[in-house]
């Protein structure tokens, strides 16, 4: 079994920062791309920035500037570092791994999700 722990979401003001953080435990071989999802009601779940085992990034555009994804191997976590937080980034944020398992089965495994609300 793998589980996905996420923290850090919350109530912040605009302009404010907030660091999510996501740590995988389980029977697990190794950990490839990990990333952040946000979702908000009525909307499609979107792909906030993902992160490779090497270090490569890639952000939404809307966030690009503001948002820092990183991640430690040795602790198989993936941290998201927020500032110049807007209202509209207030959404349900997800991490996921595409994990290797022990058992030789690769698959993606989602967090059970953090709210983030930005709000004066």
């Known amino acids: 079994q793998v589980q996905l722990v996420e923290s850090g979401g919350g109530l912040v003001q605009p302009g404010g920062s907030l660091r999510l953080s996501c740590a995988a435990s389980g029977s697990i071989s190794s950990i490839y791309a990990m990333g952040w999802y946000r979702q908000t009601p009525g909307k499609q779940r979107e792909l906030v920035a993902a992160i490779t085992r090497d270090g490569g990034t890639t952000y939404a555009d809307s966030v690009k500037g503001r948002f820092t994804i990183s991640r430690d191997n040795a602790k198989n976590a993936v941290y998201l570092q927020m500032d110049s937080l807007k209202p509209e980034d207030t959404a349900v944020y997800s991490c996921?791994?595409?994990?290797?398992?022990?058992?030789?089965?690769?698959?993606?495994?989602w967090g059970q999700g953090t709210q983030v609300t930005v709000s004066s």
């Open positions: 996921v791994a595409d994990v290797g398992e022990s058992n030789g089965l690769r698959k993606n495994h």
